[in-house]
Nanobody
Framework: QVQLVESGGGLVQAGASLRLSCGAS????????MAWFGQAPGKVRDLVAA????????HYEDAVECRFTISRDNAKNTAYLQITSLKPQDTAVYYC?????????????????WGQGTQVTVSS
């Protein structure tokens, strides 16, 4: 069993940057694809970015406008989401997810483990 714990969220002003972290425990996730999803108030949870097990292949949703960078450090069993030039519309709970497969999926239904989420609130 894998436990995922996100951290790094908070209340920031527009234009700031944040780095979200997702630490895994229970077993190594170095062979798992991982992803970040965001759920804005009143909206469904959507994929933001995903990364394969090696970290060499990534995917970003068009809406993130190159401001988001997903990465991972398999030695630390941790994934990251760097967000720059934060906008009020980035306000959401961000969830980390891991999949048994080594290549990422765009569907949340293909992820086996989820964290509890970390709140990011961006003020204008």
């Amino acid at each position: 069993q894998v436990q995922l714990v996100e951290s790094g969220g908070g209340l920031v002003q527009a234009g700031a940057s944040l780095r979200l972290s997702c630490g895994a425990s229970g077993r190594t996730v170095s062979s798992d694809a991982m992803a970040w999803f965001g759920q804005a108030p009143g909206k469904v949870r959507d994929l933001v970015a995903a990364i394969d097990w090696t970290g060499s292949t990534t995917h970003y949703e068009d809406a993130v406008e190159c401001r988001f960078t997903i990465s991972r450090d398999n030695a630390k069993n941790t994934a990251y989401l760097q967000i720059t030039s934060l906008k009020p519309q980035d306000t959401a709970v961000y969830y980390c997810a891991a999949s048994h497969t080594d290549y990422y999926s765009l569907s949340q239904y293909n992820y086996d483990y989820w964290g509890q989420g970390t709140q990011v609130t961006v003020s204008s």
